[in-house]
């Protein structure tokens, strides 16, 4: 079974908390309550009934008394009957009430000469009996109290203490969720703070908004900052020494350019050796220009415009001079404004197709679908496809899927598809390669439309 | 100073074996070319050699790049191309307001810098038999003596900035994308560098409009380009 999550299982806690703490303090409250009220209830009553029994006992000293009269005389408290057993006799004030109505055991115990007092229920209605056997006349005295009214009044009580336990289990479950909620806060800051890193956003800080929890943010902000010192460092590296490249770069392809000039000038075998220096030193020249280009997009400078972008396509496939493909531009894209660096996308659309002709047997079609709020710019290639273990690390750096075809090709740098992902990473955008239903690949780069100026 | 014979240009690059390299690539092209370290001596040569093009390197020992420009500009509208370390970087922009006309990124094939050259000597685009001269507002523009006057003053603009405007006051009224002009003017496709039309257009604007904050004779057309008011 799953465990359950901290929220889940704080609340849990909180609630279970709340219920057997308000369960406790109800039953412990009910139960003193009860205890104490019944007992003043019952001295009182009994203190009652003695007063009675010696008012009693007093009248049937006199010669003759008159029992009714006697009992009448009592003024005995409404819900409460008194009942004389003399000579025999039982007598009440009560029409019901006759000897019956006392519990048996009670009547033994005061007619053989104690005093007694019982609990008990007679149909259904709590009642509290108190006996006193009067002393020198054979008679016994026995007063009967209804505690009906107490009884309703500790049910209402029950039903108060009850509800009150329930409602503050319902706060506990309350106080849970949002306590675990706020707990887990700096949490789900922190996860997605780390989601954006993981995406590329380096910049992104933890607050420390909590002194329990800033030492959590300090270590994930020094941990971020110093990737992003490394990273940093690296692309430097990569950048001055491609700068540092560039100026012996510029002379040699000069000078190259200067011999090439004068190639029916050279020996044969000197034309052949420079040939072999002019196209290397032409990948040299693209591998700086990627190099600088891949070094330089953190923080890189957007020059973006707003542009259309099936006409950008267009544009692209004819500056890339390879033909012989169908370009379709999805007519819901007329209209649609895309903020775009064009030089960027254009080495997208370059590499792409590039990166097809070299590798997959060459462009079968390229396309511009509108999908909602975004334009997917896909490349179609005959190639055999992209083994599914493949298809992340394509993107990386240098990375050679097949390296024999690569290397084979001998143009590729290593880093157009990374420059690729790279491109539509800055205009907020990604690319995927996927399989042709048929035969081949499809490199897909979506990127979101700007939604037109009003 | 474009005729049809040797055109001159002045290379001002510090790295001695670059500045040699581009002195052969670009004579085998069909320039005269003469080459200095310094904008300081660049200066100076300018003076004697009358070059039709300056190519110098932003990055100089002592005087730099922009500096130069700035020097140049107060006296010549001559083109000049400037060679830097980055397209992306604020360096274009910076040179480009100083007063370069275009720039080419190292490293940099000479074919593709001839071109640029190329373009920036073209003549002014004569359409089919236009007036000679111009009539904008209180602008004239004598097309065949590149001269332009304002209120019957003469405005120093400088060759780019010319043919920049005559474009426009080819066709008044006509919207020109910023892809339309860098073609027209600089030779550039569909992906040239919009910045190199903007800032033209910035500093054209210091030099013909009478707020050039709020211009009223080269307006922008907001996502689509630039148009003059007839």
């Given amino acids: 079974m799953r465990r359950l999550g901290i929220r889940a299982r704080v609340t849990a806690a909180f609630a279970l908390g709340a219920l057997v703490l308000s369960v406790i303090l109800a039953a412990i409250t009910y139960t003193l309550v009860r205890s104490e009220t019944l007992r003043s209830e019952q001295s009182t009553d009994q203190r009652q009934a003695f007063v009675a029994a010696s008012l009693i006992h007093a009248g049937l000293r006199a010669s003759n008394p008159d029992i009714p009269v006697l009992l009448g005389s009592l003024g005995v408290p409404a819900g409460s009957i008194p009942i004389l057993a003399y000579q025999g006799s039982w007598y009440s004030t009560s029409l019901g009430a006759v000897r019956d109505s006392l519990p048996p055991g009670l009547r033994r115990l005061v007619t053989s000469g104690s005093a007694a007092t019982q609990r008990f229920e007679l149909n259904g209605i709590p009642n509290f009996a108190v006996g006193v056997h009067l002393a020198g006349t054979g008679a016994s005295y026995f007063e009967v109290f209804s505690m009906a009214n107490l009884h309703h009044t500790l049910d209402i009580l029950f039903f108060s203490l009850a509800s009150a336990a329930g409602a503050t289990t319902l706060g506990g479950l309350g106080v849970g969720r949002w306590a675990s909620q706020r707990v887990l806060a700096p949490l789900r800051e922190t996860a997605r703070a780390a989601a954006a890193i993981a995406g590329g956003r380096l910049d992104t800080r933890l607050v420390a908004g909590d002194a329990d929890l800033a030492d959590l943010a300090t270590s994930f902000n020094s941990m971020v900052e110093a990737l992003q010192r490394r990273m940093r460092r690296d692309a430097r590296f990569a950048s001055d020494v491609s700068h540092e490249l560039r100026s012996p770069l510029t002379t040699i392809q000069t000078a190259v350019q200067v011999m090439q000039h004068r190639r029916e000038e050279l020996p044969a075998r000197s034309a052949q050796a420079l040939d072999l220096l002019s196209v290397e030193v032409d990948r040299f020249e693209r591998l700086i220009q990627d190099l600088l280009e891949i070094s330089s997009s953190e923080g890189a400078r957007m020059a973006l415009e707003e542009v259309d972008p099936g006409e950008l396509l267009l544009q692209c496939i004819a500056a890339t001079g390879v033909t012989g493909f169908p370009v379709d531009v999805d007519p819901a894209l007329s209209g649609a404004v895309l903020k775009a660096d064009k030089r960027r996308f254009e080495r997208v659309v370059a590499n792409l197709v590039e990166n097809a002709q070299m590798h997959a047997g060459g462009v079968t079609r390229v396309s511009a679908t509108r999908i909602g709020n975004s334009v997917q710019i896909a490349v179609e290639d005959a190639g055999p496809g992209v083994p599914e273990n493949e298809r992340q690390v394509i993107f990386d750096r240098f990375a050679r899927g097949s390296a024999a075809r690569r290397r084979a090709a001998g143009r590729g740098t290593g880093l157009g598809l990374s420059l690729v992902e790279e491109h539509a990473r800055l205009h907020g955008g990604h690319v995927w390669v996927e399989d042709r239903p048929s035969a081949g690949s499809r490199f897909v780069v979506e990127l979101p439309l700007s939604t037109p100026d009003t | ?230």
């Fill in chain 2, 1 to 230: 100073m474009s005729n049809s014979s040797t055109n001159r240009i002045l290379l001002i690059e510090d790295d001695e074996r670059i500045r040699s390299s581009m002195q052969m690539a670009l004579e085998d092209e069909g320039y005269e070319v003469a080459g200095t370290p310094t904008a300081e001596e660049g200066l100076e040569l300018f003076a004697a050699a009358t070059p039709d093009v300056v190519l110098i390197d932003v990055f100089l020992p002592g005087m730099d790049g922009f500096e130069f420009c700035r020097l140049l500009r107060r006296t010549s509208g001559v083109p000049i191309i400037m060679v830097t370390a980055r397209s992306d970087s604020q360096d274009v922009i910076t040179g480009l307001e100083a007063g370069a006309d275009d720039y080419v990124t190292k490293p940099f094939v000479t074919k593709e810098l001839a071109a640029r050259i190329r373009s920036l000597l073209r003549r002014v685009h004569t359409h089919e038999g236009p007036p000679a001269t111009l009539v904008i507002g209180d602008l004239e523009i004598a097309q065949e003596a590149g001269e332009v006057r304002r209120a019957s003053q003469p405005v120093h603009l400088t060759r780019t900035e010319f043919r920049l405007l005559c474009e426009l006051a080819g066709s008044p009224g006509r919207v020109f994308s910023r892809e339309q002009l860098l073609e027209r003017v600089w030779g550039y496709d569909y992906f040239g560098d919009g910045r190199l039309v903007d800032v033209h257009m910035r500093r054209l604007r210091t030099k013909i409009e009478p707020d050039p904050a709020n211009p009223v004779v080269v307006v922008t057309v907001r996502g689509l380009g630039y148009k003059i008011v007839p």
